[in-house]
């Protein structure tokens, strides 16, 4: 009898979570690896085509290989770049005075606060020659006429891996700054005596231990940025970048699924069940280094 | 235990903590409470003052040898007239029938009445006008003056003539109640329908910009004179013209009134107007507190009026009453001028059409945040009163920029000269920063002090004229943006004076500045003032506002609030029609505010405002007529009309698509082809084929054409004629033209888009598609050809590659460039310093071997659209056909212009509808010669690529300089490729050799 109310009670208290997780997230999921196996224009019904989506995928669309490639650069250089480097900086605001670190830590977290307001930095590499960096360089000498920075593909990566540096600040480094104030600091002094010579093997065999959840948490935090980069590239460098020069996985998802253009609904599932894929396996690559490090 | 304990002791600090907290908590909020009901209780009861007299404002000690009013009347040395001299039209000349009038009708552009009077004695006289307007296009007529064959002053050929409307059903109310708005099905009052009053009206000849706010004063000399009217736009039949004396009204404190006791004040609700001499004026609404009458928390109630729409000098509101008891009263008004900063807002009041003293030929209603109850003051801070005869009234008010004309003589005058110096200066150091920054070198002096003589000397002028504009704009009591503006540029000027070697680095800064007063002037010239009622409270007794308890309104506000949650913002309603016939729900029409605002507009209003028109035109001609009740709702951009169809929640017809959208969905078989009604043929017989191309698909017309707008080659008239420029009509004089702009540093501008590929394909005779539309034909000598003019303009002639068209048009840095139509739009809101500066013309084109010029351009267009889905088919169709029809788009852009300006001018694609659009006849003609010469793309699947790829391949061309066949070579593959996919896709033919 017992074994059976409790059971009901846990039903019941797990029962809003779940409903919602299977609604917004599992049905989605199946449905768009469903749909990723038919030809979908959004309005008539899907027609069933087996892995030929895949195949085009895979041999046949050569964009999708250059969003491929820029969602690589993002999620293997601006995402643990930008990890680290928020690690760092956390470390480093740990050291200030608690009403400074607050200060510092607002300033740091500003831009995600803000919203949408990587919009700024259109203004900044505004095309126009009165754009802040264009007319900088030309009253310098520098430039003669203006460098379409947001149009011309030379540059483009280069702006918008800019703008993700900046905006990598985010909850991760927040979870960072939290967990540095939790730290025993019995454990620095045993360290001391146990033959801790500097503040970076302190970090490295003290300070990173303890922190493994948050790492954790801000691994997940910082794949999930870097795959999911698309917005921002777009707001930056318009859609679609030219020759795809900032174009990733997820614009090219928008593209065919949700942009009036191709209306191909079928083949953008297929890129999404992918991009699904690859940051499902690069979490638990990740998953399994950090807690081999807990250890 | 010492734990729990310890735990213990916290719990009950932490409870006193709250306990203390709590209490200082509910303090706080009662303090609040009361502040704020106080505040209700009172509202600000106050008398208006008497505007201080100013000295005339005539700064300009240089004279500018032009023939300006303000030259000329300067030159006045004639004394007052003594008595008036009528010029009667209709006994000098053969008079026509109209409303049962005798009037002398101008009907043609150009028209002329000519007539002889005769002047007593020399003097300065005012003169008014006694006209009826016959039908038309419910714009203001315009006239031009002449005396013996000259015109006085330059501005008399810009005199207005405004007509009278009221809305409908006026007439018959019982004087003093409020007028009965219709309400829609959601109990929300609407706007109501209008009709022209066709009655004689007298109108003071005075400025029609509001740069002078007195009226116009002229020097007659004894003896014969000829006076000629000449029309200049619209229609109007003259009656008489009075020359008369300026009246000099004695002050309300010279009257000895009596006190009125015993009688209840009259109320007069501002919303119920009795006549308007513009249909900007309408009713309009707040529903933000309970005070103002009536109130609704939940619907609308249209319960004020002039609200942003009331604000330009000439614009009338009348109202009538009547009054029991005669006797002295004082006249209130509850009003509210929120917008112009520190300013006054200026209205001349009128009892019976005449102005009874003084003080009311300026009525100055000051600044301030909240609604106040004003009363008209007698100069002496008491308020005047006016003695009312028992029977009928109206009352009028007038809006004046009197108080403020001389500083916008003054500022545009300012403005002219600074645009004047800045030219100077870029032909100097040249402006274009874009391609000879190197040449605008910190390092470098230009002695632009000794090489453009008057220089510095125009400067101070300038500076000097400023500092006491800014006096004296400080002087009425302005603070804030005025202020700023103005001081920006006298101290940018001081620098420059001070160091003239910094002029070139600052130049961009100068010009932004020239902006700044430019928008200044056309800010200052507003004067706009919203009303909730107006007030005759007998004398003696003191004028009181209805005032609610803070409760009450609190109460209000939260049931507002409450009912919020419920209202769909985005319906605009349906109409409240109760039809019998009609079983059915109600044609659901989505409007896409993105499109709508894209291109019916200039940005200036958002789309919903256009929305609105349509909808009252659907209550007022569609569903009478129909007996179909129709839902109008408001949706972000046509593309969500993809996914709503899919979901199967889309509507029955969408209108204002954007040109791609009907094509995308017709492949996807969710449109009817309308093609296939009985009544297609004819009712698509005034519309272009260009109109329609972007809407065929295999066979079949998915949607019907609204709008269309297209490049017009804009230029600036004063430059080219300072230049000596003059304008291309073939690319060839187009190129030839460039080096002469760019010496003077002045440059031309062509959007890089790929819709000017699109242009120069089509004027070489090129297409896009083979015959079957299974193949771009970019292969072709042709489209190569036109690729490299393309490219070429920004490669070989430098063309700007990125610019704000209306920025630099307006300070002359770009005075040609080749943009859509509709700018015309922008530049008359938005640069009121530019009237009359600027024209459009075809674009230049390529000679043909006929001796003809090509001047192929392409179109946006918007649409309506049926969806397969809908169950009303013949209904939805009828609705396309009544809106797309003459009719429908007269009114519409009508009404459009109307209530929004020519800002808000419509491209109609309508060939007859455009017709009685208000462009000049030379304008008008321009127009039609390029539309002729429109030219559509059909869709095919997978033309998104075409543009992609082109932009791609420009950008490739342009920035990186590879080699322009090969790269388009390399692009139009790709496109075939995604064509013929796309062809496979939605089960059509492929080109084999592909």
């Known amino acids: ?295 | 235990m010492t734990v729990q304990n310890s735990a213990g002791d916290d719990m009950h600090r932490e409870y006193t903590f709250l306990n203390r907290s709590r209490r200082t908590l509910c303090m706080i909020l009662a303090v609040i409470l009361l502040i704020s009901a106080t505040a209700c209780g009172s509202e600000s009861n106050s008398v208006i003052e008497a505007a201080p007299p100013l000295d005339p404002l005539l700064l300009s000690e240089v004279v500018d040898h032009s023939k300006s009013y303000a030259e000329i009347y300067r030159g006045y040395s004639a004394p007052q007239a003594k008595a008036p001299i009528v010029v009667d039209f209709t006994d000098e000349l053969e008079p026509d029938e109209l409303h049962d009038h005798r009037v002398v009708l101008l009907e043609d552009l150009d028209a002329e009445a000519i007539v002889e009077f005769e002047v007593p004695t020399s003097g300065l006289y005012q003169a008014s006008l006694e006209y009826l307007m016959p039908e038309g296009r419910s714009q203001a007529a315009r006239l031009e003056l002449e005396i013996n064959g000259e015109r006085p002053f330059t501005e008399a050929d810009q005199l207005e003539f405004p007509r009278m409307f009221a809305f409908v059903g006026e007439a018959d109310l019982p004087s003093g109640e409020r007028y009965p708005f219709q309400r829609d099905g959601g109990d929300n009052e609407i706007r109501p329908d209008t009709e022209e009053i066709a009655i004689p009206l007298k109108k003071t000849l005075q400025n029609a910009y509001g740069i002078y706010g007195k009226p116009y004063l002229f020097e007659l000399e004894a003896g014969d004179h000829e006076l000629t009217l000449r029309l200049k736009r619209e229609q109007i039949g003259l009656m008489n013209l009075t020359f008369e004396p300026v009246p000099d009204r004695a002050s309300a404190a010279a009257q000895n009134p009596e006190v009125l006791e015993g009688v209840d004040p009259i109320m007069i609700q501002a919303e119920s107007l009795h006549r308007i001499s513009d249909l900007t004026i309408f009713p309009t609404r707040d529903n933000a507190s309970v005070d103002v009458m009536p109130s609704d928390p939940e619907s609308i109630r249209l319960n004020t009026m002039g609200l942003n729409t009331w604000k330009y000098a000439g614009q009338t509101a009348t109202w009538r009453f009547s009054v029991e008891a005669p006797g002295w009263y004082q006249v209130s008004f509850r009003a509210r001028q929120d917008v112009t900063r520190g300013m006054n807002s200026g209205r001349i009041l009128r009892i019976d059409g005449e102005i009874p003293f003084k003080e009311a030929e300026l009525v100055r209603f000051p600044f301030a945040n909240d609604w106040q109850l004003l009363t008209l003051g007698d100069g002496n801070g008491e308020a005047a009163a006016i003695y009312l005869e028992g029977g009928e009234h109206t009352i009028s008010l007038e809006a004046t920029t009197e108080e403020i004309s001389d500083v916008l003589r003054e500022l545009q005058r300012a403005i002219t000269e600074l645009n004047g110096w800045y030219r100077e200066i870029i032909m100097v150091t040249g402006s274009n920063p874009d391609a000879d920054r190197q040449v605008v070198d910190a390092e470098r002096d230009y002695n632009l002090d000794q090489k453009i003589p008057g220089l510095i000397e125009g400067f101070e002028s300038l500076k000097d004229r400023l500092e006491l504009l800014q006096n004296r704009i400080d002087e009425i009591g302005g603070t804030g943006n005025a202020a700023n503006f103005i001081s920006e540029v006298t101290y940018q000027l001081e620098m420059f004076i001070d160091k003239p070697y910094r002029i070139p680095t600052r130049l961009s800064q100068f010009s932004g500045n020239i902006s700044s007063l430019a928008s200044l002037m056309s800010e200052l010239r507003e004067q706009p003032l919203e009303l909730d009622y107006l007030l005759f409270t007998p004398y003696g007794q003191s004028p009181k506002a209805p005032k609610s308890g803070f409760f009450e309104q609190m109460n209000f506000r939260l049931q507002g609030l409450i009912s919020s949650f419920s209202i769909d913002y985005s319906a605009l309603g349906t109409t409240a029609e109760e039809t019998t016939a009609w079983t059915g729900e109600p044609l659901r029409v989505w409007v896409s505010v993105a499109d709508l605002s894209g291109t019916a507009n200039t940005g200036v209003f958002s789309g919903r405002d256009q929305a609105e028109v349509l909808r009252t035109l659907v209550d007022n001609r569609f569903t009478p007529v129909t007996n179909v009740p129709v839902a109008v709702s408001l949706v972000p951009d046509s593309a969500v009309l993809v996914q709503a169809t899919m979901a199967g929640m889309g509507p029955d017809v969408a209108v204002f698509v954007g040109q791609v959208t009907p094509a995308q969905l017709a492949m996807r078989g969710a449109l009817t082809d309308l093609s296939q009604f009985a009544t297609w043929e004819e009712d698509t017989k005034s519309f272009y084929p260009s109109a329609i191309t972007p809407f065929r698909y295999e066979g079949g017309v998915y949607a019907m054409p609204e709008t269309q707008s297209y490049d017009m080659m804009f230029y600036r008239k004063d430059i080219f004629e300072n230049l000596g420029l003059e304008l291309p009509d073939t690319w060839d004089e187009f190129y030839a033209l460039l080096p002469e702009l760019q010496q003077v540093g002045m440059q031309a501008g062509i959007y890089q888009s790929d819709q000017t590929f699109a242009s120069l394909l089509y004027q070489r005779d090129g297409s896009f598609y083979n015959e079957g539309l299974t193949k771009t034909t970019f292969d072709t000598a042709e489209a190569l050809d036109a690729f490299r003019q393309w490219t070429g303009l920004y490669v070989n002639y430098s063309l700007p590659l990125s610019f704000d068209f209306f920025n630099r048009f307006r300070t002359g840095e770009m005075p040609v460039g080749i943009v859509r139509f509709t700018n015309a739009n922008y530049l008359s809101a938005g640069a009121p310093e530019l009237d009359g500066l600027w024209d459009f013309v075809p674009v230049p084109g390529i000679p043909q071997e006929d001796g003809t010029i090509d001047r192929s351009v392409t179109a946006d267009s918007t649409a309506g659209i049926l969806l397969a889905d809908s169950k009303y088919q013949e209904e939805g169709y009828e609705f396309l056909r009544w809106w797309t029809g003459a009719d429908a788009q007269i009114e519409f852009a009508a009404s459009l212009e109307q209530i929004m300006g020519p800002s808000a001018r419509y491209p109609t694609a309508n060939r007859e509808a455009f017709e009685t659009i208000a462009w000049t006849t030379e304008q008008s003609q321009n127009l039609q010669q390029q539309w002729a010469d429109v030219i559509a793309i059909p869709p095919v699947p997978g033309n998104y690529q075409i543009q992609r790829n082109l932009n791609f391949a420009f950008r490739s061309v342009v920035y990186q300089q590879t080699n322009p066949r090969e790269t388009l070579n390399r692009y139009n593959n790709d496109i075939n490729e995604v064509i013929s996919r796309k062809r496979l896709e939605f089960g059509l033919t492929v080109e084999g050799g592909n």
Request: aromatic share 16%; charged share 10%.
């Open chain 1, 1 to 295: 009898m017992k074994g059976k109310l409790e059971r009901k009670t846990v039903i019941l208290f797990m029962a809003p979570f779940t409903i919602l997780f299977i609604l917004f997230t599992i049905i989605p999921i199946l449905s768009s690896i469903v749909l990723s196996f038919t030809n979908f224009n959004m309005i008539q019904m899907p027609d069933f085509i087996g892995f030929m989506n895949y195949v085009r995928m895979f041999f046949a669309d050569d964009v999708f290989l250059i969003a491929l490639k820029n969602t690589l650069i993002f999620a293997l250089i601006t995402g643990p770049l930008g990890y680290a480097l928020s690690f760092l900086l956390a470390w480093l605001l740990n050291e200030f005075h608690p009403t400074v670190r607050k200060i510092f830590t607002f300033v740091f977290y500003s831009p995600i606060l803000a919203g949408n307001v990587y919009f700024i930095w259109t203004y900044i590499f505004s095309p126009d020659a009165y754009g802040l960096i264009n007319s900088i360089l030309m009253r310098m000498g520098v430039l003669t006429e203006p460098i379409q920075w947001l149009t011309d593909p030379k540059y483009i990566m280069f702006v918008v891996i800019l703008v993700m540096f900046w905006l990598s600040m985010g909850t991760g480094f927040l979870a960072f700054v939290a967990g540095m104030q939790n730290l025993d600091p019995q454990l620095n002094e045993a360290g001391a005596i146990d033959g801790v010579r500097n503040r970076f093997q302190e970090l490295w065999y003290i300070t990173i231990p303890q922190m493994v959840p948050m790492l954790l948490f801000g691994a997940v935090m910082s794949i999930s940025t870097s795959f999911a980069v698309g917005y921002e590239s777009m707001a930056i460098a318009g859609f679609p970048s030219t020759d795809y020069a900032a174009h990733t996985l997820v614009l090219h998802i928008m593209d065919y699924g949700i942009m009036p253009t191709h209306y191909e609904l079928g083949y953008a599932s297929t890129v999404a069940v992918f991009l699904f894929t690859l940051m499902l396996i690069t979490w638990s690559m990740v998953n399994r280094f950090l807690e081999s490090k807990g250890e």
